[in-house]
Nanobody
Framework: QVQLVESGGGLVQPGGSLRLSCAAS????????MGWYRQAPGKQRELVAT???????NYANSVEGRFTISRDNAKSTVYLQINGLKSEDTAVYYC?????????????WGQGTQVTVSS
């Protein structure tokens, strides 16, 4: 049974920083593309960043330069370092694990962690 468990969210002042973590279990973590998505109130879920199994990263334009995604395959954990937080970063942040093999897609989500940016 695959589980993705996020942690590290909270209330932060504008300009502050957070480090989100997502611990995976029940999957061969190293072969998955891992990602962070977020969903703000009244908006659709959107991609924040992904890191592929080979370490290649991809970021949404809105977070480029402020957010850093990384992975530790030994710990089956993916991280999102968030700096320079803005009010528009307020959202529930979700961890995702995605793998495509022979036209089969394996796609898993965590339960989400709330990030609130407010003074």
């Amino acid at each position: 049974q695959v589980q993705l468990v996020e942690s590290g969210g909270g209330l932060v002042q504008p300009g502050g920083s957070l480090r989100l973590s997502c611990a995976a279990s029940g999957m061969i973590f190293s072969i998955y593309t891992m990602g962070w998505y977020r969903q703000a109130p009244g908006k659709q879920r959107e991609l924040v960043a992904t890191v592929a199994s080979d370490g290649i990263t991809n970021y949404a334009n809105s977070v480029e330069g402020r957010f850093t995604i990384s992975r530790d395959n030994a710990k089956s954990t993916v991280y999102l370092q968030i700096n320079g937080l803005k009010s528009e970063d307020t959202a529930v942040y979700y961890c995702n694990g995605n793998l495509r093999r022979s036209n089969v897609i394996f796609d898993y989500w965590g339960q989400g962690t709330q990030v609130t940016v407010s003074s």
